[in-house]
């Protein structure tokens, strides 16, 4: 189940949303299985520890990030996966590894993969492994004001992106 912080976070933003109850679903592939929609609509957050902050990194579940780029883009040398432990109390009423990407509400910065400006509307971990909740691509941008940029491996077939850009 959503917590009511994230819920009331949405409503209080006046975000539109949609939830919708699933199958537990632990990977963000096995969500998208689970939600019979694409992986590039399923957007996953990945939590990182660059130098002496925490990060929300957010990419399509396919996807992986390319810490290369992240740690190019955040302009940091130092950068890993966050330990669970270094996270987990910031996320109380969330089940672990089902954090949700709004790092207004948690005080957390967010970079985002521009590839998911290719979904209209995605799919999040809203703190359940067994509700997801879906909004729009820009909503979610306007809410959360992250940094966007290519920051996972390149997809077979593409190119070399652009450097990165910053919105809001």
């Known amino acids: 189940?959503?917590?009511?912080?994230?819920?009331?976070?949405?409503?209080?933003?006046?975000?539109?949303?949609?939830?919708?109850?699933?199958?537990?679903?632990?990977t963000a592939q096995a969500l998208a299985a689970t939600?019979?929609?694409?992986?590039?609509?399923?957007?996953?957050?990945?939590?990182l520890h660059?130098?002496?902050?925490l990060w929300l990194c957010v990419?399509?579940?396919?996807?992986?990030?390319?810490?290369?780029r992240v740690s190019e883009m955040l302009g940091v040398r130092r950068?890993?996966?966050?330990?669970?432990?270094?996270f987990a109390e910031l996320f109380p009423e969330c089940e672990v590894g089902a954090e949700p990407p709004f790092g207004q509400l948690y005080g957390l910065p967010v970079l985002v993969d521009e590839h998911l400006r290719q979904a209209e509307r995605l799919w999040f971990r809203a703190g359940s492994h067994?509700?997801?909740?879906?909004?729009?691509?820009?909503?979610?941008?306007?809410?959360?004001?992250p940094l966007l940029g290519h920051i996972v491996r390149?997809?077979?077939?593409?190119r070399a992106h652009a450097p990165m850009e910053m919105h809001g």
């Open 35 to 47: 939600l019979h929609v694409s992986g590039f609509q399923v957007a996953k957050t990945v939590i």
């Open 59 to 68: 990419t399509s579940a396919p996807d992986t990030l390319d810490l290369g």
């Open 154 to 158: 390149d997809r077979p077939g593409e």
């Open 130 to 145: 067994a509700e997801a909740i879906e909004l729009a691509f820009e909503d979610f941008i306007a809410l959360e004001e």
């Open 79 to 86: 950068l890993r996966l966050a330990e669970e432990s270094e």
């Open 1 to 26: 189940m959503i917590p009511d912080s994230i819920i009331q976070y949405l409503q209080r933003h006046q975000i539109p949303f949609e939830r919708r109850p699933h199958l537990r679903a632990i």
């Open 50 to 53: 660059a130098q002496d902050r």
